[in-house]
C-alpha cells in the first residue's frame, strides 16, 4: 500500500497543497486505497440541513432532480461539499478494509457499523446508484464507497439505538455537546430553530445545564414544531416567529427577560439572514453560538459592530470531545426526546 498524508493530502487534486475540504476537486478512487485509509461500504449520506435545503429547492422538489444534482456535485469534485453552502454532512457505512498502517492503532474491525462525524465535504466519496432519497429527513440512502482518513473521527453504531436513529443524532452531535459546554446554572438561554433536530438536542441539553434557576427559551419557525417543543417540555417558554426579522423577536425577547437578554443564543436554523435576531437578542457580554451552516460570518461580524454589540461569536464547529457520546446518551435519558426523533427521522 502507499502511505498517505494523516490529513488527506495525498487525495488532493486542485489546487495541490490545500486541505481536502477547501480543495476543488480530490480523488474518490476506491480500487486502491492508501496505509492509513478505511475503506467504508456507504448505506446512506445523511446531508447537511442547510445543503439539502438548498438541493432541494434548486431542484423544485423533483428526487430526480435532486438526485441528478448530487451525483454531479460528487462527479466534479471527488466528494459532496454543495457548491452553494459548503457543507456537506456524514455517512452511515460498514467498515470494508483498513490500511496496513493503522493496524492495531483503530479500534475498528471490517465489518464494524459506524457513522463518520468528519464533512462529507472533506470526505472522498463515490456514488454508483442513488437508491432512495427521504426529503423530510435529510438522508439518502445509496450504493457507493467512502475513505476515512486517520485524522477522521467516527463512532460505532450503538446496539440500544437504531442506525437511521443514531445516525440522525449524530448528525448534529455538536450542537447538543456545545451547549453542554457552554450553559452554565442559572442562565437564560435562546435556541433559535428550537424545534428542529439539532434544535431539540439543545433545548434538553440547556436546561439540563441550566437547571431551575435558568431559563430557556424556545424559538420556533412553524406551528406544528412550537406545539411539539411545548408538548417536550424542555423550555419555559416556546414561541413561533421568523427569524429573518430581527426587531420582532427582539421586542419578544425583551418582553420574556424583563429588558436583560439573553447570556446565551444558539442559532440552529437551516435558512440566511438570522445573524442580527442572533446578535440583538443577546446581552453584550453574551455568547453567540453559531451552528448553522447557512450563517455568514461576515453579517455577524459587521453587523453586531453596526449595533454596537460587544457579544462573544463562536462558530459552530461539529467537533467537540465527547460529542457523539453526550448526544447519544440525549435520546437514552429522554424517552419523550426518543420517541419524536424515532417518529421523525427513523
Same mark, same amino acid.
Do not use: W
Given at each position: 500500500?502507499?502511505?498517505?498524508?494523516?490529513?488527506?493530502?495525498?487525495?488532493?487534486?486542485?489546487?495541490?497543497?490545500?486541505? =481536502?475540504?477547501?480543495?476543488?476537486?480530490?480523488?474518490?478512487?476506491?480500487?486502491?486505497?492508501?496505509?492509513?485509509?478505511?475503506?467504508?461500504?456507504?448505506?446512506?449520506?445523511?446531508?447537511?440541513?442547510?445543503?439539502?435545503?438548498?438541493?432541494?429547492?434548486?431542484?423544485? !422538489?423533483?428526487?430526480?432532480?435532486?438526485?441528478?444534482?448530487?451525483?454531479?456535485?460528487?462527479?466534479?469534485?471527488?466528494?459532496?461539499?454543495? =457548491?452553494?453552502?459548503?457543507?456537506?454532512?456524514?455517512?452511515?457505512?460498514?467498515?470494508?478494509?483498513?490500511?496496513?498502517?493503522?493496524?492495531?492503532?483503530?479500534?475498528?474491525?471490517?465489518?464494524?457499523?459506524?457513522?463518520?462525524?468528519?464533512?462529507?465535504?472533506?470526505? =472522498?466519496?463515490?456514488?454508483?446508484?442513488?437508491?432512495?432519497?427521504?426529503?423530510?429527513?435529510?438522508?439518502?440512502?445509496?450504493?457507493?464507497?467512502?475513505?476515512?482518513?486517520?485524522?477522521?473521527?467516527?463512532?460505532?453504531?450503538?446496539?440500544?439505538?437504531?442506525?437511521?436513529?443514531?445516525?440522525?443524532?449524530?448528525?448534529?452531535?455538536?450542537?447538543?455537546?456545545?451547549?453542554?459546554?457552554?450553559?452554565?446554572?442559572?442562565?437564560?438561554?435562546?435556541?433559535?430553530?428550537? !424545534?428542529?433536530?439539532?434544535?431539540?438536542?439543545?433545548?434538553?441539553?440547556?436546561?439540563?445545564?441550566?437547571?431551575?434557576?435558568?431559563?430557556?427559551?424556545?424559538?420556533?419557525?412553524?406551528?406544528?414544531?412550537?406545539?411539539?417543543?411545548?408538548?417536550?417540555?424542555?423550555?419555559?417558554?416556546?414561541?413561533?416567529?421568523?427569524?429573518?426579522? =430581527?426587531?420582532?423577536?427582539?421586542?419578544?425577547?425583551?418582553?420574556?427577560?424583563?429588558?436583560?437578554?439573553?447570556?446565551?443564543?444558539?442559532?440552529?436554523?437551516?435558512?440566511?439572514?438570522?445573524?442580527?435576531?442572533?446578535?440583538?437578542?443577546?446581552?453584550?457580554?453574551?455568547?453567540?453560538?453559531?451552528?448553522?451552516?447557512?450563517?455568514?460570518?461576515?453579517?455577524?461580524?459587521?453587523?453586531?459592530?453596526?449595533?454596537?454589540?460587544?457579544?462573544?461569536?463562536?462558530?459552530?464547529?461539529?467537533?467537540?470531545?465527547?460529542?457523539?457520546?453526550?448526544?447519544?446518551?440525549?435520546?437514552?435519558?429522554?424517552?419523550?426526546?426518543?420517541?419524536?426523533?424515532?417518529?421523525?427521522?427513523?
Amino acid at each position: 500500500m502507499k502511505h498517505g498524508n494523516k490529513y488527506g493530502l495525498h487525495r488532493v487534486i486542485e489546487p495541490k497543497g490545500v486541505l =481536502p475540504q477547501p480543495a476543488n476537486k480530490i480523488d474518490n478512487n476506491m480500487d486502491e486505497i492508501y496505509d492509513n485509509e478505511i475503506l467504508i461500504d456507504v448505506q446512506t449520506l445523511n446531508i447537511d440541513s442547510a445543503s439539502f435545503t438548498q438541493i432541494e429547492q434548486q431542484a423544485g !422538489g423533483d428526487k430526480a432532480k435532486i438526485a441528478e444534482i448530487m451525483l454531479d456535485i460528487v462527479a466534479k469534485q471527488g466528494k459532496h461539499r454543495n =457548491p452553494v453552502t459548503g457543507s456537506g454532512g456524514m455517512l452511515l457505512g460498514t467498515v470494508e478494509k483498513i490500511g496496513d498502517a493503522l493496524i492495531g492503532k483503530t479500534d475498528l474491525k471490517v465489518g464494524d457499523k459506524i457513522a463518520t462525524l468528519v464533512s462529507l465535504s472533506l470526505t =472522498p466519496l463515490r456514488i454508483d446508484k442513488i437508491k432512495d432519497i427521504r426529503p423530510d429527513i435529510d438522508q439518502v440512502d445509496i450504493d457507493g464507497k467512502a475513505i476515512l482518513f486517520e485524522s477522521g473521527i467516527y463512532a460505532k453504531i450503538p446496539s440500544d439505538i437504531p442506525e437511521n436513529l443514531a445516525l440522525s443524532a449524530l448528525d448534529v452531535a455538536g450542537a447538543p455537546a456545545q451547549t453542554a459546554k457552554l450553559v452554565k446554572p442559572g442562565d437564560t438561554v435562546l435556541i433559535i430553530g428550537a !424545534g428542529g433536530k439539532s434544535g431539540m438536542l439543545c433545548c434538553y441539553e440547556a436546561k439540563k445545564r441550566a437547571g431551575v434557576t435558568g431559563k430557556v427559551i424556545g424559538l420556533c419557525h412553524s406551528e406544528r414544531s412550537t406545539k411539539r417543543l411545548q408538548e417536550l417540555g424542555f423550555c419555559d417558554y416556546v414561541f413561533s416567529a421568523d427569524a429573518t426579522q =430581527p426587531v420582532p423577536v427582539l421586542e419578544k425577547i425583551e418582553e420574556l427577560t424583563d429588558g436583560k437578554m439573553c447570556d446565551i443564543t444558539i442559532n440552529n436554523v437551516n435558512i440566511q439572514d438570522t445573524e442580527m435576531t442572533s446578535i440583538l437578542c443577546t446581552k453584550n457580554d453574551g455568547v453567540v453560538y453559531f451552528f448553522s451552516m447557512a450563517t455568514s460570518f461576515t453579517k455577524a461580524a459587521l453587523g453586531a459592530e453596526g449595533v454596537g454589540s460587544d457579544v462573544t461569536m463562536i462558530v459552530g464547529n461539529g467537533y467537540t470531545k465527547g460529542h457523539a457520546e453526550i448526544t447519544l446518551q440525549i435520546l437514552r435519558e429522554s424517552e419523550k426526546l426518543r420517541k419524536v426523533f424515532t417518529e421523525l427521522y427513523a
